[in-house]
């Protein structure tokens, strides 16, 4: 691997930036970023609360804030772009950058959360817990190239976003009251992207996810019953099985799981037990930055006519604290598009129920992630 | 309330079809809908099988022939509307009708499931069961009028509606295997509804839902804390709270709930403990028929210059046996539309991790739902 400079600064209104270069110059240490964020910000904007669902246990947060949040801007106004000219500061001072993370102006959890109301209960009623939406919110611009997507980086690039997602797992795990750090990309309008400039986003949530919760009660009830590891032994299973296997390199292998429920869904994991990015050793993650982009590539070329793919990519780590042992690391990565121009909704059964429909089979759709490898 | 008359008959293709009638002359018993199906159909559609995930223990179905469904045909080709021309037959023999009920044509549960392979497993895998997806799917049509909405519905065509969304539950429990009874209704193509016609649909599943899964394990905790009901007491709070109560009839209530995930949420709950919509007695069917259409008529004024709101209503219903008694009804409506022409997208935080993020409070959707009333 190239290495990696990280340098960290603040934003007018004190939110965090942190640089992640493997280029010249920024790479040497004889040349540092120092561009300073010139614009007269008010104070960052602070996150709200969320409150527990009765009915499900579930936190909500509520985010009233987030309404007015920047929406499909015109490319010269991209805050995500780096600042070229002085006359238009962006979120990044820096005329230039590789990789970049800094904190959202919007965010649904911060360090500044909204004041909760007394006795923490919405009403004075002991059914509904309110709590401060304390966290993180995070941006990761994968390239200062506006109009860019991950799938178009090279491997160096995505070895250094592999590193920057590495970084901010272990740095927002550390902060108090964080329990669980989710990366993850929303790629496309088709699902609701605001910014059209290639980034991703980190959440460090105060509590355990739904998903997770369940996920780590499935883990828990396969210990009891077998004393193995639920994802391990869905992994060897895969591998086995193979009739839903995408790719397999030395240490990652991606399949197609076997209830897949979106009409494009791949998994990739570690052949390696571990728990997080920021427990991948340097091999992994050289091997990682090659399998992403070949699993991205063919999801671009899934569908004759789509190239680009909307897709939403997520990392499913471990929890922080309690239960960490039955978390492994894992990728999932779907799509809403079931075919050219047709969307599958969440609707009626999937919105209200939870029940899944999937119109087409995990089968058909590593087939067709076999057949347009690179 | 007005008598209503069922009719049952079969389709060409065997599928069953009820009529609903409370107008004259079909509701004496002098007329009788006669009309045969006299298209010349296939075998009616397999419903194919669903696949336990292993990483959620959730059932999803695969229906892989439903990526044939008809979509958005022209309106003179709506399988919806009454057959008003014995040359274009439609799937309702009858020149006309209040309202009618018959099995979906391309279903994604029903009493002809696909075949499941040896063992009952995928690849012969035990983590990963597969079961036929038995069950029945039903469209439910509000009118035979092709442009009409339910909110545009007059009172007494609302409590024909309720009448077979009763009759439909009761019926739909009765069989073989069926463990949850799903009314709802799809509105609007922001949500990917694919025809037009007013219509809902009634889905009756082989498992109980995750949703309801989660309901029931919220509700035997609180029973074993509190030892009462927690729908009930969820009811009874929001009442005594009044503070996102939308209205309230002598035997129902509609609240906004108090941690809402959606940019526009309703509840409206009996005020008696009633499992299902098969256990309303006459007097609450009558006064349903009223305030849902009052629900749905402000919700299409809460936006302005939205006529018609997309929205999913939703019937949460008692499942049919183990746990029964922790159920009780209510109905959910929400809209993923958050602002005119916006609307809220499930990404990485809500499709990935189940973490919801309102952009709203649960209390601003209370107050626009009392400004608007009628």
Redesign the interface.
Known sequence: MTDVRRTEHQLADGRRIIYYDHREPYVSLTVARVAKDTRDLPEAERSGTM??????????????H??TRT?LPATHECPLCPTRDPAFPTEVPDDDYDVVVFENRFP?FSSRPGPVPAGGV????P??PVRPALGRCEVVCFSSDHTASFSGLDVDRSRTVVEAWADRTAALTALDGVE?V?C???RGEE???TLHHPHG?V?A?P?V????E??L??AE?HRRSTGSS??R??LD?ER??G?RIVLEGSQWSAYV?????WPVEVHLAPHRDVPDLAALDSSERDELAHVYLELLRRLDRYYDGVDRLPY?A?WHQAPVGDRRELGRLHL?V?SVL??PG????????E????????????E?IAARLREIAS
Chains 1, 2 share one sequence.
Do not use: C
């Open positions: 409150r527990l669902d009765a009915l499900t246990g579930e936190w909500v947060a509520v985010a009233a987030r309404m929406h649904s919405v009403d004075g009623e059914l509904w669980q989710f993850f990309e929303n699902i609701g992207v986003q959440y949530y509590f996810t739904p998903r997770t369940t996920l009660a499935q009830r639920l994802l032994d869905v299973a086995k099985a009739t799981p076997a209830a897949a429920r939403i997520g999932q779907f079931r075919a047709k969307l599958k909704y969440l609707a009626g059964s919105s209200g129920m939870g029940a899944w429909v999937n119109d087409t089979t995990p058909r």
